[in-house]
């Protein structure tokens, strides 16, 4: 069984501040994982993935994420964070040996950039 | 425009009554989905959709039918609706279903009274 686990439910930094977001995962195979953002009202947004090699990757709008196999981790950063990052980030992970397009995500976190 | 359209975009319904839930992908993708997401549970992987076959199904209930008329379209039809029902039901879409990169469509918001 998969299971994802975002333990921050809310997060509230100042305008340019740095800011991490959680993601701890539980699996034993080979995965895929990915955050995603959702904004108020409207459908997930694709941010980054990890599947193999440079354990950091870069995303869209200055994210990236760092994967942590011994940590079992992927966590989430930002060095300088906008009002407009404020929304609610999720993390999924995937069974790369399967090819049914299951995500399963973590409950979220929501971000409160104060600007 | 937008990519993946879902309609309507809210719902109001009775209990036991029927209701189908419209998307339509604009992006050439071959897989698609459907996505809960309620207060009381995390975003719910629901069904994933092949070149119109269907390839998973993580729903328990048979009241939840997937429809796939033609390669863009993956509609949900809802049966005997109940009040735990209620929640945003998402569409999303990929290239490929092993492309784990997923679109989301703005959602259906399903409130059943």
């Known amino acids: 069984t998969q299971t994802v686990s975002q333990s921050d439910a809310h997060v509230t930094v100042f305008e340019g501040d740095s800011v991490e977001l959680r993601c701890n995962y539980s699996?034993?195979?080979?995965?895929?994982l990915s955050w995603y953002i959702q904004h108020h009202g409207r459908g997930l947004q694709f941010l980054l993935k990890?599947?193999?090699?440079?354990?950091v990757v870069q995303g869209v709008n200055g994210f990236e994420a760092e994967f942590s196999k011994s940590d079992s981790s992927f966590h989430l950063r930002k060095a300088s964070v906008h009002w407009s990052d404020s929304a609610v980030y999720f993390c999924a992970v995937s069974d790369r040996g399967s090819a049914l397009g299951r995500l399963h995500f973590g409950a979220g976190t929501q971000l409160i950039v104060i600007p | 425009d937008p990519k993946i359209i879902q309609k309507p975009k809210y719902l109001v319904a009775v209990t036991g009554s029927e209701k189908i839930l419209i998307c339509e992908q604009y992006?050439?993708?071959?897989?698609m989905y459907w996505y809960r997401q309620s207060a009381k549970k995390p975003l719910e992987f629901m069904f994933s959709?092949?070149?119109?076959?269907?390839?998973d199904n993580q729903t328990a209930s048979s009241r939840f039918q997937p429809q796939s008329s033609k390669k863009n379209h993956l509609d949900l039809q809802i049966t005997a609706l109940k009040p735990d029902d209620s929640a945003t039901y998402f569409c999303?879409?990929?290239?490929?279903?092993?492309?784990?990169?997923?679109?989301f469509g703005p959602g259906t918001r399903l409130t059943v009274l």
């Open positions: 959709y092949s070149y119109q076959k269907l390839m």
């Open positions: 992006l050439g993708h071959n897989a």
């Open positions: 990890y599947y193999s090699g440079n354990p």
């Open positions: 699996y034993g195979g080979s995965i895929y």
């Open positions: 999303a879409s990929s290239q490929e279903p092993i492309s784990y990169e997923q679109y």
